[in-house]
């Protein structure tokens, strides 16, 4: 069974996630294998080249994946490019984590399920949900960014109602971090109970 776990910026998906591991459950993090995606001398980079050339290029000829976030939020045409190169090797990199995977069920920690019109691609959906201020207040302490930066971000990720339009399960992690481990624990439990009625 394959569990899409979603949520907004500063949500407490990773958290989330990070719990669902001390289950012993395998967690394929989309984000991770994105960003490796355009790794120096990758498929990705050289498809990157094909399209963009060297101006994103840092002095090492590495692609300054920090300077190229903070325009793919303002450019349409050129987020839609990236992700074209991006999202089949984020696809088959998962598919073939998964193949190999010996846990229970599989967790898919992805936060553009309901953007990308991806949701056929889970068992199950798992939104992590919280409010507008409190994701804010998270990710400026996590990431030091500033408010403006982070309503961005938000304008350019689903709403919560939208989000939540394609849930199966929802966590409210409007609390603290042990509030969500046990609420991830009973979450956990159900899924194990799914899987055992599949059998």
């Known amino acids: 069974m394959i569990i899409g776990l979603t949520g907004g ?3 407490g998906k990773s958290a989330a996630a990070n719990f669902f591991a ?4 395998d967690v394929i993090q989309a984000d991770s294998i994105a960003n490796n995606a355009l790794n120096k001398g990758s498929i990705g980079y050289i498809k990157f080249i094909e399209i963009f050339g060297d101006s994103f290029f840092d002095n090492n000829d590495n692609i300054d994946k920090s300077s190229l976030r903070k325009i793919i939020f303002t450019d349409p045409d050129l987020k839609k490019s990236l992700e074209q190169i991006i999202h089949p090797i984020v696809k088959e990199t998962i598919s073939k984590l998964i193949i190999s995977s010996k846990s229970p069920y599989q967790i898919i920690e992805v936060p553009l399920i309901f953007e990308t019109n991806s949701q056929e691609s889970y068992d199950r959906i798992l939104v992590i949900d919280c409010d507008e201020a409190l994701q804010i207040q998270r990710t400026i302490k996590r990431d ?6 982070i309503k961005n971000i938000l304008s350019n990720q689903a709403s919560r109602i939208q989000r939540l339009s394609i849930s199966d ?3 409210i992690n409007n609390s603290n971090l042990e509030h969500l481990k046990n609420e991830v624990n009973n979450m956990h439990k ?6 055992k009625d599949q059998i």
Request: aromatic letters at 10%; glycine letters at 10%.
């Open 144 to 149: 030091t960014s500033n408010e403006n930066d």
């Open 22 to 25: 001390i289950n012993g459950i």
């Open 169 to 171: 399960d929802v966590i």
């Open 9 to 11: 910026i500063g949500s």
């Open 190 to 195: 159900f899924y194990l109970n799914l899987v």
